[in-house]
Nanobody, 125 residues
Framework: QLQLVESGGGLVQPGGSLRLSCAAS????????IGWFRQAPGKEREGVSC????????NYADSVKGRFTISRDNAKNTVYLQMNSLKPEDTAIYSC??????????????????WGKGTLVTVSL
């Protein structure tokens, strides 16, 4: 059973930055696509970004393009989400998820097989 643990959330002022980490308890993380998702209070969960097995493909929601960057270090079994120029509307619980798929030519923000519990990001003065 793959387990995912997020960290790095917290309180940040508008315009600030945070880096989230998603640590996986698995021998070979490169067998999985990883996605980041968020859910704000009173709203549905939405996909933020995804990355293929070796980082050859990344995708982003329009709302975060140019501000967020997803990356992965398979040797450390960890995926990161660098978030810059944060806005109050980025406030949400951020969760990472894994999909068992081997292709470095695509990634999708749906059909995930495993989920972490999430970490809270609050953007406020």
């Amino acid at each position: 059973q793959l387990q995912l643990v997020e960290s790095g959330g917290g309180l940040v002022q508008p315009g600030g930055s945070l880096r989230l980490s998603c640590a996986a308890s698995v021998f070979t993380l490169d067998a999985y696509h990883i996605g980041w998702f968020r859910q704000a209070p009173g709203k549905e969960r939405e996909g933020v970004s995804c990355i293929s097995n070796h980082g050859g493909t990344t995708n982003y929601a329009d709302s975060v393009k140019g501000r967020f960057t997803i990356s992965r270090d398979n040797a450390k079994n960890t995926v990161y989400l660098q978030m810059n120029s944060l806005k109050p509307e980025d406030t949400a619980i951020y969760s990472c998820a894994a999909r068992s798929r081997v292709s470095d030519y695509d990634c999708y923000m749906y059909g995930m097989d495993y989920w972490g519990k999430g970490t809270l990001v609050t953007v406020s003065l």
